[in-house]
């Protein structure tokens, strides 16, 4: 049985070796066990390793993984058995790993599968899955769809909902209503949720056939709200009123909402949140990948929270450990532009463009920005400069570049003259 101690942060958190670091006060529910199950398509070469691959949509979908080795229980079927907290709204995919290489499942279009989701709200549940197919062998099969509308209790139609079936995703119209082609025939576990949280996570199995719709009316229930106040105790070796901020898998979190600095050197914050609703969250000095809290060994840190249903007031404590990741020492951008601008952007690009991050002001015209982590990368790190938290007004000198995974602190000291619109 599989524990997700290193991905999800209890009262005492264990790092994978052993040792216990008092991380929050706050406990989590009971964990319970939860079976993956899944069909794999038939020319699934014999032999190769599948595994279960849980994903962190804070950090961002491809970069905190966590692979998981699974088991045969036939000859293209695998399980695996593992034990997370109840109320754990699971987000994951399959992977195949041969002699050649990895390749992750893909749907029966061909078309990359970015995250399945399953629900675990009590013991014993089992998540019967099919894997369509791979990235790396297509094949043609006959499909079916899903289609319906959400409501609230009271029948209002609910907009912007997340449904999830088979990887396959959509949200709901100003009319509530959804469809979901390209299912292969089947059971198939049909999967609602709010993306702020307003509503309580809805999950049904459905049954598809081949060139048909399956009808689905769902009514959700509204989430309650509770008061929750955020205490954070920073690295030791934080810089004292270094905006900090707080992100998490909730549109509120997303946003980044800013923590108030205290005068014993914590931070604060307080949010209405939703109960009965798995959060996941980081504290960071960036976004959930740059400048995000990290373990003493350099991983990545994913906070969990899911506040009791019928709790109107939580306090958590919270201890971040360090800002770094890894041996690589910080770099330090500073920014000359013309003084009637008064707020700076940098925005950084490693693989794609990533959230840009408000700089620090320094004085009339003159901006700066320690960026701690990940400083580990191997290829050469692009960046610009902008006025705006769209980036569409940017440095007129284009993209810059910096070099990673350096023993000493650099110093980059760029001048932008002027500014120009996208």
């Known amino acids: 049985m599989k524990r997700l101690f290193c991905l999800f ?29 899944a069909l794999l398509p038939q020319d699934t070469p014999a032999g190769e390793q599948i595994f279960l691959v849980l994903l962190d949509d804070v950090t961002g979908l491809a970069l905190n993984t966590q692979p998981i080795a699974m088991h045969s229980t036939g000859e293209q079927s695998v399980s695996l058995k593992m034990s997370v907290p109840q109320g754990s709204l699971l987000k994951y995919r399959y992977m195949r790993q041969g002699a050649a290489g990895s390749a992750n499942e893909a749907a029966a279009d061909g078309a990359a599968i970015e995250f399945r989701a399953f629900y675990v ?11 369509a197919a791979w990235t790396d062998m297509r094949v043609e099969q006959e499909t079916g769809q899903v289609s319906g509308q959400l409501t609230a209790a009271d029948g209002s139609p609910l907009a912007n909902m997340v449904v999830v079936a088979a990887g396959l995703q959509t949200r709901t119209d100003p009319e509530g209503q959804f469809v979901l082609p390209g299912l292969l025939q089947g059971l198939h576990n049909v999967l609602a949720y709010s993306a702020n949280g307003s509503q309580r996570t809805f999950q049904q199995g459905a049954l598809v056939a081949a060139h048909s719709d399956t009808p689905a009316t769902i009514e959700v229930q509204p989430s309650s709200l509770a008061t929750v106040t955020f205490w954070l105790t920073p690295p030791a070796d934080h810089t004292a009123g270094t905006p900090v901020f707080l992100t998490g898998n909730l549109d509120s979190l997303a946003a980044r909402p800013l923590m108030i600095s205290q005068a014993d050197g914590r931070y604060g914050l307080i949010l209405q949140l939703p109960t009965g609703v798995d959060i996941r969250y980081k504290y960071t000095l960036g976004d959930g990948l740059w400048n995000a809290e990290h373990l003493a060994d350099g991983s990545f840190l994913l906070r969990q929270l899911i506040i009791p249903d019928g709790t109107s007031e939580l306090e958590i404590h919270d201890q971040a450990v360090s800002w770094s990741a890894g041996s690589a020492a910080p770099i330090w951008f500073e920014l000359q532009a013309p003084v009637d601008n008064l707020l700076a952007y940098v925005q950084f690009k490693l693989g794609d463009w990533s959230t840009p991050l408000p700089m620090w002001p320094l004085g009339p015209g003159h901006w700066a920005y320690r960026l701690n982590s990940p400083t580990n990368f191997a290829q050469m790190l692009e960046y610009r400069y902008c ?36």
Do not use: K
């Open 121 to 131: 709200d009590g013991p014993g549940h089992v998540a019967h899955d099919m894997v």
């Open 387 to 422: 006025l705006d938290p769209a980036c569409t007004v940017l440095d007129s000198a284009g993209i810059r570049s910096v070099e990673g995974n350096q023993p000493q602190l650099q110093e980059i000291r760029d001048v932008v003259a002027g500014w120009q619109s996208e």
């Open 9 to 37: 942060l209890t009262l005492a958190l264990s790092a994978c070796s052993g040792q216990t670091t008092q991380l929050s006060s706050y406990e989590l529910p009971r964990s319970v066990d939860v079976t993956f199950s």
